[in-house]
């Protein structure tokens, strides 16, 4: 077991560190591949050359998060012509390296939402009557407002209180 544990010996750095390091050289290079700078990039894609720089730095902590850092990242792959999909697929093994609870906190905040959400079909009976009762006063008010207005001809109104409700 020593043999093997001295053939394999287990590094002291996260494997995603490599993939961190991939993602912004990829960027780099596909980048000066089309002889772009990224002043030239920025001006087509309305983010800063700063933004842009700290992506292709992986200065994760200089740039938006979640969808906004998604989004960033997408646009800067689509305008080099690059597989968006693969750089996108670097970018999650990244941020979920560099933050070792998140994966964590996103199944907490699953489960917390999966007791708040209903199930199709499975409101509970009250919300159904309340919507039921919103409908009938809401036609019974457009109902009134409709023969006040006269816009019900009278051989309509069937019942004399009806006729009573005119002004």
Request: net charge neutral; no cysteine; proline share 7%.
């Given at each position: 077991m020593s043999d093997l544990s001295r053939q394999?010996?287990?590094p002291?750095?996260?494997?995603?560190?490599?993939?961190a390091a991939a993602l912004g050289h990829a960027l780099r290079?596909?980048?000066e591949a089309r002889g772009l700078t990224l002043v030239e990039v920025s001006a087509r894609i309305k983010?800063?050359?700063a933004q842009l720089g700290h992506l292709e730095a992986?200065?994760?902590s200089r740039l938006p998060q979640g969808a906004s850092l998604r989004g960033l990242?997408?646009?800067?792959v689509r305008y080099l012509d690059g597989d968006i999909d693969a750089i996108l697929i670097l970018l999650n093994d990244v941020r979920e390296a560099d933050g070792p609870g998140r994966s964590a906190m996103r199944a907490g905040v699953r489960q917390k939402l999966q007791h708040t959400d209903l199930p199709p079909g499975k409101e509970p009976p009250h919300r159904t009557?309340?919507?039921v009762l919103l409908i009938l006063v809401l036609l019974g008010v457009v109902g009134w407002y409709a023969i006040d207005r006269g816009w019900i001809p009278d051989d309509w109104l069937i019942f004399d209180w009806l006729k009573g409700l005119r002004s």
């Amino acid at each position: 077991m020593s043999d093997l544990s001295r053939q394999n010996p287990q590094p002291d750095v996260p494997a995603a560190q490599p993939e961190a390091a991939a993602l912004g050289h990829a960027l780099r290079a596909m980048r000066e591949a089309r002889g772009l700078t990224l002043v030239e990039v920025s001006a087509r894609i309305k983010y800063s050359p700063a933004q842009l720089g700290h992506l292709e730095a992986e200065e994760w902590s200089r740039l938006p998060q979640g969808a906004s850092l998604r989004g960033l990242v997408r646009n800067y792959v689509r305008y080099l012509d690059g597989d968006i999909d693969a750089i996108l697929i670097l970018l999650n093994d990244v941020r979920e390296a560099d933050g070792p609870g998140r994966s964590a906190m996103r199944a907490g905040v699953r489960q917390k939402l999966q007791h708040t959400d209903l199930p199709p079909g499975k409101e509970p009976p009250h919300r159904t009557w309340a919507w039921v009762l919103l409908i009938l006063v809401l036609l019974g008010v457009v109902g009134w407002y409709a023969i006040d207005r006269g816009w019900i001809p009278d051989d309509w109104l069937i019942f004399d209180w009806l006729k009573g409700l005119r002004s």
